[in-house]
């Protein structure tokens, strides 16, 4: 963060497989061209890792008004730039799935990095999660912490329930999870606390949309954490709050309610307090930091 307004001058990489076969011979983009793109009379494509370096970019903006009550035009500004990166993505890099079946890697990186971005500026801004010193723990940016109830609450709920949806999204590809970066684990984890939060607004409706991508979400962090020890950490959470969220005598879950015509799954039109998510007492220790992502397999005691 202390050298994010540090003006650079290195040019931009180009695609990783053209680096591998020796043909980077161009003199490359500059930044400064790659931000001018928006306004350039044709669509220009540049490789997958400035696409990823414009989203770390955002996510920076995002991350130097956490803490603070930013001024809601700079708050807008910022939400502007995470709606926009998408139509400035060029249309031979919209599926990041290649015509041989391959993942690239640096795009999912960067869609990752704006969804996540965009539940971190939207979620602390909403009513989807109570006051909780705790909760701060389960954000990969340490502090965080829930801004003051503004008008566009629902609005701003709406967007990080979205967000979390593309997250779920992009975990259900079908590639090897040992090849996705160990910062997908935070993603995820958000994700998932985030679904957790209008599953429990929600009540019976969309039942099995919040189910299934937390299922999902639970099995990617169960094969990730043969990898890192973070994720089995992060695992034995959220399977408590799951538990705790959807036991069956809550609800009893049919076909009908998932055809049901107000389930939105949005979060909107919803308000809820601290003693409504007696879960979130599971996030009450630690379980996020960066020392957890150090490889290796992580031992469970007996029972958890």
């Not at 926009?84 to 919209?94: E, F, G, L, M, Q």
């Not at 939105?264 to 039109?269: P, Q, R």
Request: charged letters at 20%.
């Amino acid at each position: 963060m202390k050298t994010r307004s540090v003006a650079s001058e290195v040019l931009l990489p180009c695609e990783d497989s053209t680096y591998t076969d020796g043909a980077c011979f161009s003199d490359g983009s500059s930044l400064a061209q790659f931000t001018d793109r928006h306004f350039a009379e044709e669509e220009i494509s540049f490789s997958s890792s400035c696409y990823r370096i414009e989203a770390v970019q955002i996510l920076s903006r995002v991350l130097s008004i956490a803490n603070a009550e930013a001024h809601p035009d700079e708050v807008q500004a910022i939400d502007n730039s995470l709606a926009a990166w998408s139509h400035y993505v060029p249309s031979d890099k919209r599926d990041i799935i290649s015509n041989s079946g391959e993942v690239d890697e640096l795009l999912f990186q960067a869609h990752m990095l704006i969804h996540w971005a965009t539940i971190l500026l939207h979620m602390p801004r909403s009513e989807l999660l109570s006051v909780h010193p705790a909760t701060a723990d389960i954000f990969c940016a340490k502090g965080d912490k829930q801004m003051p109830s503004t008008d566009t609450k629902h609005a701003h709920a709406s967007k990080a329930t979205d967000a979390s949806k593309e997250l779920s999204n992009l975990a259900a590809l079908r590639c090897p999870v040992q090849k996705h970066t160990p910062f997908f684990i935070c993603a995820l984890v958000i994700a998932s606390v985030v679904q957790l939060a209008a599953c429990t607004l929600h009540n019976c409706r969309c039942m099995y949309q919040h189910r299934d991508r937390i299922t999902l979400v639970v099995g990617l962090l169960k094969s990730l954490s043969l990898s890192w020890a973070c994720a089995g950490s992060v695992l034995v959470k959220i399977k408590k709050i799951a538990a705790r969220v959807m036991k069956s005598e809550h609800c009893t879950m049919t076909v009908a309610s998932t055809q049901c015509d107000s389930c939105t799954d949005s979060g909107l039109g919803t308000s809820i307090g601290a003693e409504d998510v007696p879960w979130m007492e599971f996030f009450d220790d630690p379980v996020m930091s960066f020392e957890g992502f150090a490889p290796g397999p992580i031992l469970f005691e007996q029972g958890s």
